[in-house]
C-alpha cells in the first residue's frame, strides 16, 4: 500500500506565497511521475501541475509563471511553490502520484492520492 501525506496548506492574502508538500511513503517500486489538482467549492476538480521523474513539468494555463513544482526522486517528495496568490485559487489542492509497485513477480501501476489540504486567498 501507498501513502500520500500533504502539507503546507493555509490562509494567506492576496500577493502572498505558500509552498505545499506532498510526500510519499509505502511498498513504492517507483514513482513515475506526481501531480497537483485542485478543486474549489462547487467546481469540478482540475490538474494544477505536473512532474514526470525525469524532470519534465507542465502547467495549467493560470498559474503558469506563477507556481513551480518539483520532486525529490530520492525523498518520494513532490512539492508545489505558489508565488502571487489570487483569492481564484483558493482550493482544496491534492496530491496524486503515478506508482509502481511491485508484487513477486509482477509489477504493478496505480494512481494514489493524499487527503488534501486547505489553501484559501482573501482579497
Known amino acids: 500500500q501507498v501513502q500520500l501525506v500533504e502539507s503546507g496548506g493555509g490562509l494567506v492574502q492576496a500577493g502572498g506565497s505558500l509552498r505545499l508538500s506532498c510526500e510519499a511513503s509505502?511498498?513504492?517500486?517507483?514513482?513515475?511521475?506526481m501531480s497537483w489538482y485542485r478543486q474549489a467549492p462547487g467546481k469540478q476538480r482540475e490538474l494544477v501541475a505536473f512532474?514526470?521523474?525525469?524532470?519534465?513539468?507542465n502547467y495549467l494555463d493560470s498559474v503558469k509563471g506563477r507556481y513551480t513544482i518539483s520532486m525529490d526522486n530520492a525523498k518520494n517528495t513532490v512539492n508545489l511553490q505558489m508565488n502571487s496568490l489570487k483569492p481564484e485559487d483558493t482550493a482544496v489542492y491534492y496530491c496524486?502520484?503515478?506508482?509502481?509497485?511491485?508484487?513477486?513477480?509482477?509489477?504493478?501501476?496505480?494512481?494514489?492520492w493524499g487527503q488534501g489540504t486547505q489553501v484559501t486567498v482573501s482579497s
Open positions: 496524486k502520484a503515478d506508482v509502481s509497485t511491485q508484487a513477486r513477480s509482477s509489477m504493478r501501476r496505480s494512481d494514489y
Open positions: 509505502g511498498s513504492i517500486f517507483s514513482i513515475n511521475s
Open positions: 512532474i514526470t521523474s525525469g524532470g519534465y513539468s
